[in-house]
């Protein structure tokens, strides 16, 4: 298995703001899943302190992203989506001002605080599953003359914030573990798709392993998901746990991703783990 950490520059973060123990790691069975992962987790963690990262907020300010606006419009959900179950899977890249779920039409806009996260958000989680949906997220247009008119108030906001004390920031570090869920019993024919897209149900997934016998290459009946956000996993926890997959109910538990599958005490039995291999699919 490979594993990669990214390295955030100092220069994004305000001064002396860096949090020592950030650890952004990204795993995979190969150097570019790893990377994907990396790249991916570490996408989050920046869309989760825009506000509190300078540069940052001055590229989301600015007319460096092209024409869009701070709103995403969504399409193609499923009747069964939620408003929050909705919410959760946009605010993985950035926090959300208003969200409206047009009922009985599959779709729904959200506004985010910032257009960093809604441009994100159109490359991230457009054509990714929702409730066994396919949606459809686009960024909205920026109507014209909307930043020109704004740019003098943003430059007062500027020059009032300058003058205020300046108060220490502080980060929360990002544990690339805390967001996974290991499932055991699974049916032994259930697919690798089928257990993925099983899971999809309760929000964007990061990364999915399934575990499956070197000789044989069947399922071996475990494996873990690994989400986005917090959120998305006790999301999981709530409604997937005993939920049936061909008949047979799943168990789900939490661990640290990465750390039981290797050290040999992941399987449903003694001796699995040691029989068996991951594959993985990093999402898009």
Known sequence: KERVTVELSDGIFAEGSKP??????????????ELQSAAL?????????????PP?????????????????????LSQETSEQSLREHLQQFGGILDLTLEEGTGEASATYEHRLSAWVAE?????SALDDRIIS??????????????????????????ARPKVPVQFKSYISSEF????????????FTEMKQHFMQAGHLVAFKYSVHQETKKSAGYGSAIYGSAEARAEAMERL????????????????AGKKLADGAAGPED??????????EVED
Do not use: W
Request: proline share 3%.
């Open 271 to 280: 001796g699995a783990a040691a029989e068996s291999d991951e594959e993985e």
């Open 56 to 76: 940052v907020k001055e590229l989301s300010d600015s007319g460096n992203l092209g024409e869009g606006s701070n709103r995403v419009v969504i399409k193609h």
């Open 137 to 162: 997220v686009e960024q909205v247009p920026e109507e014209k003359g909307t930043r020109s008119s704004a740019a003098p108030r943003k430059k007062r906001e500027t020059a009032r914030a300058a």
């Open 180 to 191: 996974a869920i290991r499932y055991n019993d699974a049916p032994l024919d259930a697919s």
């Open 241 to 256: 746990q005993g939920m049936k997959v061909r008949g047979v109910a799943l168990h789900l538990e939490l661990f640290s």
């Open 41 to 53: 987790r570490a996408l989050v963690y920046v869309c989760s302190y825009i506000d509190l990262l």
């Open 20 to 33: 020592e123990d950030l650890v952004i790691e990204g795993e995979g069975l190969n150097k570019k899943e």
């Open 123 to 127: 490359r991230m989680l457009h054509r």
